[in-house]
């Protein structure tokens, strides 16, 4: 039989709490190319309880939480080592057991990799987290590698509605960003802001271009509806059949348009998104290392001789500079892909002319008839609502797009 050890139940009891640190504080590593700790921050050296010497020229492992799935680390480094800027929800464990939640933003530097951290504190990570017990217990029951348990994550991802992991990570850096500027009272800046404008117009457009694109299905059978009846009608019906012949040639120019502006990651609309969403995560990045930057300056007397804070400020500051010329690259190409909107809505206006024509004209004909009138009449009406669901959904997207360009010219300035 055991003996019952209370220091032993007590330090279990301890290490299974939280390490505490305020919503304001953030974290800073910077690793070479092996994950080699090279440097970091005093947060981060307190929160995770290691003295400075254990610290330095430590894997950055040294802290991973059994807790976390590897198919996060798999993605993460995947990421990393191909030149992308990644945010992921990390959990971590201190020296003394205790766990502490971060939302980390790792990229590659000179040499290695920087790492800024900050508290996740929103709904999203509450969601994200309850993913990430789940896809551990599909690793360890299903026998998941971490290959495939990264593969999982991101099915998760998409089936959350996000199109790719750039778009997670966007919006859960402007989520736990704003979250945290909430409960601190601090604010966001104009910068950051007219990236939320653009992002929030831009999945408003999404939902208007999922509707145009069900719009389209609905109008499909008329064509063959329409032949359907002049075959009835026979000498009568050569009239309804022209018509059928025209409007069918109609709808495969707006299935065109629909393939051009909507299907696919090279379609206008998703280089628009990409764009914006790439710009506001990069915009959001910048934030948080001015952040550091200042922390850096501030704090600078309490570092050690073997942590050169100077040096890590102006590692930062480089990296940051960086961000922001890529901020300045994004807001270019989201300004030429509304352009592109513009012209593409355009022309979806003028095919919706050609539909009225086509409806005013199966209204003539109609008319005239007095067999298949009713059918006729239907059609009519099935073309008028779909007309004007479709002319609204474009005055909903133009007023969008005007959003957006209002927004990209005066972040550029800022920069």
Not at 260 to 287: E, K, P, W
Not at 317 to 339: G, P, Y
Not at 363 to 372: T, V
């Amino acid at each position: 039989m055991t003996e019952h050890n209370p220091r032993f139940a007590a330090e279990s009891n301890f290490a299974a709490t939280e390490a505490q640190f305020h919503l304001t504080e953030l974290f800073y590593s910077r690793t070479d190319e092996r994950g080699i700790i090279k440097a970091g921050n005093c947060v981060f050296q307190r929160v995770a309880a290691y003295p400075w010497e254990e610290m330095l020229g430590a894997p950055h492992k040294l802290i991973r939480h059994p807790d976390m799935p590897k198919g996060v680390f798999h993605l993460l480094w995947d990421r990393i080592k191909a030149g992308k800027p990644t945010g992921a929800y990390v959990k971590n464990r201190s020296k003394t057991g205790r766990y502490y939640w971060v939302f980390a933003l790792v990229s590659p530097a000179d040499g290695g990799y920087i790492s800024t951290r900050i508290k996740p504190s929103s709904e999203l990570f509450a969601t994200v987290s309850g993913l990430y017990a789940d896809l551990l217990s599909r690793e360890k029951e299903d026998g998941l590698s971490p290959r495939d348990s990264a593969e999982a994550l991101l099915a998760v991802i998409r089936a959350q509605g996000f199109s790719s992991y750039d778009t997670f990570q966007s919006h859960a850096l402007a989520t736990e960003f704003e979250a945290r500027a909430t409960a601190t009272g601090q604010g966001i800046d104009p910068l950051q802001r007219r990236f939320l404008e653009m992002s929030r117009a831009i999945a408003q457009v999404g939902v208007e271009t999922a509707d145009l694109t069900e719009s389209f299905k609905v109008i499909r059978t008329v064509p063959m509806n329409m032949r359907i009846i002049a075959s009835r009608l026979e000498n009568a019906g050569g009239a309804i059949s022209a018509i059928s012949v025209n409007y069918s040639q109609m709808l495969e120019e707006m299935s065109t348009w629909v393939k051009t502006f909507v299907d696919g990651d090279a379609c206008v609309f998703a280089r628009m998104r990409d764009a914006i969403l790439c710009g506001q995560f990069l915009g959001f990045a910048t934030a948080v290392e001015h952040e550091m930057i200042e922390c850096f300056d501030t704090n600078a007397a309490l570092y050690p001789d073997c942590m050169d804070a100077k040096v890590e400020m102006a590692e930062v500051a480089a990296h940051r500079q960086k961000f922001l010329d890529e901020t300045v690259a994004s807001l270019v190409r989201v300004e030429a892909e509304a352009k592109r909107f513009a012209r593409s809505v355009l022309d979806m206006k003028r095919y919706v002319t050609g539909l009225s024509s086509t409806r005013m004209m199966c209204k003539i004909e109609s008319a005239s008839l007095s067999e298949s009138r009713k059918e006729l009449e239907g059609i009519v009406e099935q073309l008028d609502a779909c007309q004007k669901g479709i002319e609204q959904r474009l005055g909903r997207m133009t007023e969008l797009n005007a959003v957006i360009q209002t927004n990209t010219a005066m972040p550029r300035a800022m920069l």
